[in-house]
């Protein structure tokens, strides 16, 4: 490297912080190993790596780093500067409310442990960590030792230096660092820097999630001798909700971990873990052990202790030949015989070769995690030969390199050429970790051109449109019918209404791609549609064009019941997807779910999880987009991608959200049919008991009667610390007229205004459910002990009679509500709703601004109207897991024949959105026009407003893919 670069390195950084050669890389070298061509520069902070990337990229010089224990040897002997991040190591805040950290990427594991231990929080504890630096393990989506229950990766936003020297946050921290969230305002574009190595931008801080230190933590062990039917007991016994973990480990790794003689241990240790109160914790242990029973294994009591103090405990990658990766269990056979065929192969005896497994989200799948113990060097390219025969054999990688990097990205159809449009947008001049999962002889996506006739909305080119649509897709399924087309025209909200040009029904995804080609060849926009339940203005075609009713794709639907997944299309409806699922097993007594939204069952599916939607249940389960493991897009060139790892060869239907490297499944949530059109979605279903005991409980803060702002207070915090207790299914805070509606809904002779004055001001409802009769009545202990506390009250439904006692049912929060006499969805002839995440101690404050808005643009100024007579009030639907945020949601219901209703409405969503973006709430969804004021703020302390516009350039450049579905495009007006 020039000196005089050399010289401006350490002015950046200075003297001592800049070493040539091994000197400064060793401490990330395997033994012999040399980098003779690198430049070690260790920065401080932002500023400085910012300075060095600015330098690398004026100098066009390569920029390196690991996310692992060792560089990989792809990377030896390359030329460029080699980035290290030890002196980055500020734990910049932990916030034990919202149970979060945000850490520097120096930081190391034991670091982390040690501040929080005092506070009695805890990180999620790694099976393997890739490195010692926290941040580098969360970024690189490590598994946790919990995966069985807490499955998905626990980061919820990055800190990056892009290759243009300026700082991105990602997530919600885009927009504000008051709320930890991985949602972004539109599409979730953070999604491609988790598991990416660096190459689309530089970590240097990750925002992790934390759980509280419970009452009791403890284990159980088994001792098995053969290891089939110690995976059989894995996938089974965690459909059962009782486990926190569930890790299979041979005597090799137990010995590593515990000390001793492998002849101490059994052949195989099944360790389950359990944590919370005293009295849960002894119930749930002594069911799975009645479980336990069933398989051929016995009790290991002595190793219960030495066990359960290794379960917080943060264990790295054991060897310097480690191999990791998910599989589903039916899998395991096959790639058990073959690890056992490559270490014999190897010379390596059965004393050698460490294993352990991790059950992976309620039994759904295994990750496997093989060490070989040796220092010969020689073992390198043999664990490389497994690592590629294992894919073969149905193991998913997800941060594949080398040669096994290359078998799986090329094996995934327009998969690199989509990575490689994504990275010549963020790093153009290729300086960030070049050749690292994209390669120069790469080929790169490319949009379609339109053609070179007449283009656009002229009464000819239409015409000839529809000709030609009717040729590829059948002239009964086109039309340019006012009648048809005006009912594609409006939805039942705010939102002004415009009309397409032709409705088409395509029925396949190849009938989908040739829809595009022929939009972009004559210039007509596309806007997709599944089901017709139209809203907020988002499935409006502003501006003309084809409209792509998805209505008749509704004839894919297949259940997984290994992997617990449903394939479905456009076209299925919730509560069908609901009825096909309940006939599956998942396990014994136990059925097949899938997790729905509140709102119309006639709702797709699909287009729900699409549009990045939660369930009533999202505090159990967590949002949509984690929930889905597989969608099929037809891109806007009319080509195919499918992202999620069935989309690799062998690997079947995985319970992960994400795509190998760099996850591109984001990019399509939220979007609106901007970045294409999706034909088919796989989502997780869950395990319920056949006969689950289930009660709902309504709640209200009745010792407040008197003050309704200390009542509300009182409220959320209940809330909040159930959220930390971990046992509920389902929360739900209403306001007095939503609670009315309900009751009108479900009983004749009722009356809204006559239910009112009844009605309790704080509802909220509670879902709990149990193993059995004794888990419920254990949780609803601990449920009852939380709402005394802050004053709440559990109501007798028989206050409100006999009919609603009978009437109470968990039915709605699980299979979506009904389709027919939905009274609430229809009362008024039209209903919206706007919601957005906040920390859980700003709502009774947002609570009170949103009421004076109420009071001065909703309520009328008779003053025989109350406010809750105003029908809306602030709900919290959720929360996020452990109440680390609540969601916050306000409803309207008004007569859209009456304009002073419409503009009364129109006023009040508007004013309300704005205000949620105030308190920190990035909003669920632009609709009604909102991201013109809400995405301009991503671009304050985040580069995402500026990402976005240049992603919809580089994949749309002739923005005819729902074209001002958001305000990204030059000619927006």
């Not at 879902?767 to 254990?778: K, N, P, R, T, W």
Request: hydrophobic share 40%.
């Amino acid at each position: 490297m020039d000196e005089s670069v050399l010289n401006e390195l350490e002015g950046i950084v200075g003297k001592g912080n800049v070493r040539k050669g091994t000197e400064g890389t060793q401490r990330f070298l395997r033994p012999g190993c040399e980098t003779p061509f690198l430049v070690t520069v260790r920065p401080r902070s932002d500023a400085e790596l910012q300075q060095t990337v600015n330098l690398a990229r004026e100098r066009r010089i390569a920029i390196l780093t690991t996310n692992d224990r060792f560089l990989l040897r792809e990377d030896l002997h390359k030329e460029g500067i080699f980035l290290d991040f030890e002196r980055m190591n500020q734990i910049e805040k932990i916030d034990d409310y919202t149970l979060m950290a945000h850490v520097q990427r120096g930081v190391t594991w034991d670091q982390l442990q040690e501040a929080l231990r005092p506070l009695g929080i805890k990180a999620a504890a790694p099976l393997a960590a890739n490195s010692i630096s926290v941040a580098e393990s969360h970024a690189a989506r490590f598994v946790s030792k919990a995966a069985s229950k807490f499955w998905d990766y626990p980061v919820t936003n990055l800190r990056l230096v892009l290759a243009n020297g300026r700082i991105h946050r990602t997530g919600t921290h885009g927009f504000s660092d008051e709320s930890d969230g991985r949602n972004e305002g539109g599409p979730n574009l953070s999604n491609w820097f988790f598991g990416a190595d660096d190459v689309l931008g530089i970590m240097t801080r990750a925002s992790i999630m934390l759980w509280p230190v419970c009452e009791r933590r403890t284990c159980l062990v088994y001792a098995f001798e053969d290891v089939t039917e110690m995976l059989k007991a894995m996938r089974n016994v965690p459909r059962t909700e009782l486990g926190i973990e569930y890790l299979g480990i041979n005597r090799v790794s137990l010995a590593n971990v515990l000390g001793g003689d492998v002849k101490d241990y059994p052949d195989w240790s099944l360790v389950i873990g359990f944590e919370g109160r005293a009295k849960r914790v002894e119930h749930n242990r002594d069911r799975v052990d009645k479980l336990l029973r069933r398989f051929r294994c016995r009790r290991e009591d002595r190793l219960v202790e030495p066990m359960t103090e290794q379960l917080d405990l943060p264990w790295m990658e054991a060897s310097e030949y480690h191999t990791g990766f998910y599989a589903l269990f039916s899998r395991m056979s096959g790639i058990e015989a073959e690890v056992d065929r490559a270490a014999r192969a190897a010379g390596l005896s059965t004393d050698k070769v460490g294993k352990i497994f991790s059950a992976y989200d309620h039994g759904r799948a295994v990750y496997a995690v093989y060490d070989w113990f040796s220092q010969d060097p020689a073992l390198g390219s043999a664990l490389n030969a497994l690592n590629l025969s294992l894919a073969d054999r149905g193991a998913f990688f997800d941060r594949p390199h080398g040669e096994l990097g290359r078998k799986v990205y090329t094996s995934i159809p327009n998969h690199l050429p989509v990575l490689k449009r994504i990275k010549a947008m963020l790093d153009p001049h290729k300086i960030l970790n070049p050749g690292r999962i994209v390669r120069e002889e790469d080929p790169e996506w490319q949009p379609l051109q339109t053609g070179e006739g007449e283009i656009g909305l002229t009464a000819s080119n239409v015409e000839k449109v529809k000709s030609k649509l009717a040729a590829s897709i059948g002239e009964e399924w086109v039309s340019d019918n006012p009648v048809d087309l005006s009912a594609y025209g409006r939805d039942f909200t705010i939102f002004s209404g415009e009309r397409p040009n032709v409705v088409v029904l395509p029925r396949t995804t190849e009938e989908v791609q040739a829809v595009i080609r022929i939009a972009y060849e004559h210039g007509i926009p596309i806007v997709p549609l599944s089901t017709g339940f139209n809203h907020g203005g988002l499935a409006i075609p502003r501006k003309g064009g084809i409209l792509i009713d998805l209505k008749r794709m509704n004839e894919r639907l297949v259940i997984d019941d290994e992997a617990m997944t449903i394939t479905v299309g456009p076209g299925i409806r919730m509560r069908s997807a609901w009825w096909e699922a309940v006939k599956h097993r998942a396990y014994d007594n136990f059925h097949l779910k899938p997790i729905l939204a509140l709102t119309l069952g006639s709702v797709s599916l699909l287009s729900n999880y699409v549009a990045r939607g939660g369930a009533g249940s999202l505090f159990k389960y967590g949002l949509n987009p984690e929930l889905t493991v597989g969608m099929t897009w037809v891109l806007p060139n009319g080509e195919v991608l499918r992202v999620g790892p069935g989309a690799v060869p062998h690997v079947g239907n995985l319970p992960l959200h994400f795509t190998p490297g760099p996850d591109l499944c984001g990019m399509f949530f939220n979007a609106d049919g901007m970045f294409g059109v999706c034909t088919e979605l796989t989502a997780k279903l869950y395990p319920e008991r056949d006969d689950a005991e289930a009660f709902e409980d309504l709640v209200t803060a009745a010792n407040y009667d008197q003050d309704y702002h200390h009542a509300f207070s009182e409220t959320v915090k209940a809330i909040h610390a159930l959220g930390r207790e971990n046992v509920t299914d389902f929360m739900y805070k209403a306001h007095p007229g939503l609670f009315a509606l309900a009751m009108v809904d479900m009983f004749e002779g009722l009356t809204v205004r006559g239910v009112i004055g009844m009605a309790p001001q704080h509802p909220l409802s509670t879902v709990v459910s149990g193993y059995d009769a004794e888990e419920l009545a254990i949780k609803r202990e601990i449920v009852a002990e939380v709402l005394q506390k802050h004053g709440l009250t559990v109501i007798d439904p028989a206050m409100f009679g006999e009919e609603m006692k009978n009437a109470q049912t968990t039915a709605p929060t699980k299979m979506s509500l009904g389709i027919k006499g939905n009274f609430a969805a229809t009362y008024k002839g039209a209903f919206q709703w706007t919601a957005c995440n906040i920390r859980m101690d700003k709502i009774p404050e947002f609570a009170r601004r949103y009421e004076e808005l109420v009071r001065k643009y909703w309520k009328t100024s008779d003053p025989k109207i109350s406010v809750e007579h105003a029908m809306t009030g602030t709900d919290i639907q959720g929360p996020l897991p452990y109440a680390r945020a609540g969601g916050i949601e306000v409803d309207f219901w008004w007569d859209q024949g009456n304009p002073e209703d419409v503009k009364r409405a129109t006023t009040m969503m508007h004013k309300t959105q704005k205000l949620m973006l105030e308190f920190g709430g990035a909003l669920f969804r632009n609709m009604f026009g909102a991201g013109e004021y809400h995405l301009p703020l991503w671009g304050v302390v985040s580069e995402y407003w500026n990402i976005l516009k240049s992603a919809r350039k580089a994949f749309d450049p002739a923005n005819l893919m729902h074209p001002d579905v958001l305000p990204v495009t030059e000619d927006y007006i």
